[in-house]
C-alpha cells in the first residue's frame, strides 16, 4: 500500500502540490481569490503566530472541498482513559526504571485513539509548555474517523507494525525504522494491519527543527534532502457520520461531520507532516579516544528558550563502527540534568543486551544514576580494542528532556509491565580499586 504514496523532499521547505487528478489548482499570484479554481474553499493553518520572524513562521494554505468548520459541535469523548497529562497522580519516584514490552491488544478492535497511553510527562498544555510521552497499542484501524491535536505536536516512532496515514496534506506510509512527526492541528487518520506499537513524543513549546551543526559543518547527522512531505491527495466522500476527534487541554472531544475532511485538493506552503528513514542518518563518531556525548546522534530537536537546552531531543542509536583506542567504548556511567527515557525499536541494546527489549522503555530521571551493567562493563574493560561495527541489526532512541517528567498511574502500575527488579542489573559491580598498581 505505502509503495503508491507519493512524497516531496525537504525539511521546512516551502512546498506547492497538487493532487494530480487536478491539475492547475492552486491560485496564480495570491492565497485567497475572491473564488477559488475548482469552486473549492481556501483556509489557512498557522503553526506560529502572524509576527513570528519570517525564519520561523509556520503556516500553510489548503485549498479545500469543504472548510473545516462544517461539524457538529464538540462533545467530551471518554475512549482512550489512560491517555491524559495527569502529572499528580502518582507520587514522584526517582528510582531507575525499566518497562517490559508493552501488551498489544489481543481482543476486540482497538484503532490508534482508543489504544493511546500514557507513561510520563511534565509542564501545563495550557501554557504551552511541556513534554509527555506515550505508547500506541493497537489492533484495528480508524474507521471513519480523525484526529487532531490543539495542544502540540507528535512525534511518532513504530516499533510494531506499519502505518499508514491519511492527512489532510496526503498520504504516508510509515514503517519501523521510520519516524513520522504530525503537527499541531493537523488532522490524520492511521490504518493498521494487525497489532501494533509505537512511541510518541508530544511537545507543547514549539516545534521540531533540525540541530545546529557548528564546526560539524554544512552536512551531516539528518540531511535535509531526506525527509519527505507528502503531495496533495484528495477524497471527495460523503458519510453518514465521521468522527473528528480533538485533543484540546489534555481532554478528548468529539464532534461529527457527514463528509471526510481529507479533501485538500491542493495546499503550498511550510507547515506540513513529514517522515524519515532513520537508516537515512550520517553518523558523526569519535576516530581517535573517548566516548562521545550522546547529543552527536540527534535527528530532531524542540528547543527551549534557554540556549543550547531542548524541550526535548530525539535521539538514535544506530549501527556504527566503533575505533577508539585506549578507549572503555560503551555508554559511561552517568547523572543528568536531563531526563532520559530511551525505547528499543529492534535489536539488543549494547550496554544491557538481552535485558532491555524491543517494544519496551526505560526512564533515567534527573539526576538518576544509570550506565552498564556488569557483564557489559567486564567485556568493555577488557576487550581486544579493534575496530568493530557495533549496534548490527539494533536500533534504539532516546527522548530527552530538560524537564522533570511524573510517572502515570498507567505507567507505573495498571500497565503491570514495570520491571521491580531492574536496579539488580548493577548491583554485582564490584570495586576494583588499589592503592597502588
Not at 12 to 31: I, K, Y
Not at 97 to 112: E, K, L, T
Not at 117 to 143: E, F, K, P, Q, W
Request: net charge negative; glycine share 8%.
Amino acid at each position: 500500500m505505502g509503495s503508491d504514496y507519493k512524497y516531496i523532499t525537504g525539511f521546512g521547505s516551502h512546498f506547492a502540490t497538487e493532487d494530480p487528478r487536478c491539475p492547475d489548482t492552486l491560485p496564480v499570484g495570491q492565497n485567497s481569490p475572491q473564488k477559488c479554481p475548482r469552486g473549492l474553499y481556501a483556509e489557512q493553518l498557522s503553526g506560529t503566530a502572524f509576527t513570528a520572524p519570517r525564519v520561523e513562521n509556520f503556516r500553510s494554505w489548503l485549498y479545500r472541498i469543504r472548510p473545516s468548520v462544517v461539524h457538529m459541535p464538540f462533545i467530551r469523548y471518554h475512549g482512550a482513559p489512560e491517555f491524559h497529562d495527569n502529572w499528580n497522580e502518582q507520587p514522584p519516584d526517582p528510582n531507575q526504571m525499566r518497562w517490559n514490552p508493552f501488551d498489544m491488544p489481543s481482543g476486540g478492535n482497538v484503532d490508534f485513539v482508543d489504544g493511546l497511553h500514557t507513561i510520563c510527562g511534565a509542564g501545563d498544555v495550557r501554557a504551552r509548555h511541556g513534554v509527555a510521552i506515550h505508547v500506541y497499542l493497537c489492533n484495528a484501524s480508524m474507521n471513519n474517523r480523525a484526529f487532531y491535536n490543539s495542544d502540540g505536536d507528535f512525534l511518532i516512532v513504530p516499533q510494531e507494525g506499519s502505518l499508514d496515514i491519511t492527512t489532510e496534506f496526503g498520504r504516508i506510509h510509515c514503517a519501523p525504522n521510520e519516524i513520522v512527526i504530525i503537527q499541531q492541528g493537523m488532522r490524520f487518520s492511521v490504518a493498521v494491519s494487525g497489532p501494533t506499537r509505537g512511541y510518541i513524543l508530544e511537545v507543547y513549546d514549539n516545534h521540531f527543527r533540525l540541530p545546529d551543526l557548528g564546526p560539524i559543518g554544512a552536512n551531516g547527522l539528518a540531511n535535509h534532502r531526506d525527509f519527505k512531505t507528502p503531495v496533495a491527495w484528495f477524497e471527495d466522500r460523503q458519510v453518514e457520520t465521521f468522527e473528528i476527534i480533538s485533543k484540546f487541554q489534555g481532554a478528548l472531544f468529539l464532534a461529527t461531520q457527514k463528509h471526510s475532511p481529507f479533501d485538500v485538493v491542493a495546499w503550498h506552503g511550510n507547515y506540513a507532516p513529514y517522515k524519515y528513514n532513520l537508516a537515512d542518518f550520517m553518523v558523526i563518531n569519535s576516530v581517535s579516544f573517548d566516548h562521545c556525548d550522546p547529543s552527536i546522534f540527534t535527528v530532531l530537536t524542540c528547543p527551549s528558550h534557554k540556549p543550547g537546552t531542548a524541550i526535548a531531543d530525539f535521539v538514535i542509536f544506530p549501527p556504527r563502527w566503533s575505533v577508539q583506542e585506549h578507549t572503555f567504548r560503551p555508554p559511561y556511567y552517568h547523572r543528568n540534568c536531563m531526563s532520559e527515557f530511551m525505547g528499543l525499536i529492534y535489536g539488543s541494546y549494547e550496554a544491557k543486551e538481552g535485558a532491555f527489549l524491543p517494544g519496551g522503555a526505560s526512564l533515567h530521571s534527573m539526576m538518576t544514576p544509570h550506565g552498564p551493567d556488569k557483564n557489559c562493563f567486564e567485556g568493555a574493560s577488557k576487550a581486544k580494542l579493534e575496530p568493530q561495527k557495533v549496534a548490527e541489526g539494533t536500533q534504539s532512541f532516546m527522548f530527552e528532556s530538560s524537564l522533570s517528567m511524573a510517572v502515570t498511574k498507567w505507567g507505573a502500575e495498571t500497565c503491570q509491565k514495570l520491571d521491580a527488579k531492574y536496579y539488580e542489573c548493577w548491583q554485582a559491580l564490584q570495586k576494583h580499586f588499589k592503592i597502588s598498581d
